[in-house]
């Protein structure tokens, strides 16, 4: 698999993982299968093995290539968030295989949640809790926590969001089987029932474990409660601008290469 995973933490605060990117090529075959349309092909192929790809259809090529592209190469933060929300997605569904897991937006600057996580006790069928996700490629990952992600974690601690949150999860669990969908919305709207998960690109400054003890500095005091309600996940990236624009350019050579095969 393309990312590995190392147990980071803060004291009684929170916990997480530092991801490492271990095949650059692989990781660009599995972005490049979402942005075709393919998320469920990529999902299957995280956790099983022995089944053939699907077509990728020419029709599919000019979306996959617009989402692997910046309009502008010196402004290159929408598409380079969408990536890092693919990669996020990816990092999600290595860590918790039977996980419901929201699949990638389709477009750049999504309005929605980053990400959605529902997480089902296999026993009952019960939910027992909604992950809420901020994902962000960022140059300045602490400025990004502190001064947004914070806000956003409050507001829906607050319930700013619930109406967007109850719709998220039930188009999520109407693709489940044997889950009361009714129950389950009622669930979530209990503030303990929510877990929030944070995923962000680190650079030099934050790569230890007192960075990560600064980066996720106030975890507590905006969601209270136990620490497995506050999880978080960074990705070390020397030059992420330009690393990204690497990676965009595997893929979007990958996804061509997926086309020609089946014109």
Known sequence: MPITF????????????SWTITNDDELAGLIARVALGQSRYVRRVLKETGFAAPDAKETE?????????????????????????????IAANLQDPNGLIAPPHMIHAHKGFDGVHVKIDPKTNLVTS????????TDNARKMVRDRIWKEFEGMQSGERDN???????RLLETAKSVDVDSA????????????????TIGDEHNDASGYQKLFDGYDAVVNGEVIR?????????????????LANRATKKA???????V
Not at 6 to 17: P, T
Not at 231 to 242: D, F, H, I, M, T
């Open 6 to 17: 190392s147990v980071i933490g803060g004291k009684n605060g929170w916990a997480g993982s």
């Open 130 to 137: 909604v992950v809420i996700c901020e994902e962000k490629a």
């Open 164 to 170: 967007e949150l109850a719709a998220e999860v039930t």
């Open 256 to 262: 061509t290469a997926m086309v020609a095969v089946h």
């Open 230 to 246: 506050r999880r978080g996940e960074v990705l070390y990236l020397k030059n992420l601008r330009a690393w990204m624009a690497v």
């Open 185 to 200: 919305v009622e669930t979530i709207v209990w503030k303990n029932a929510r877990y929030y998960r944070i995923a962000i």
């Open 61 to 89: 090529l000019a979306g996959a290539l617009k989402l692997l592209t910046a309009t502008d190469p010196k402004n290159p933060w929408h598409r380079d968030g969408w990536l890092f929300q693919v990669i996020s997605w």
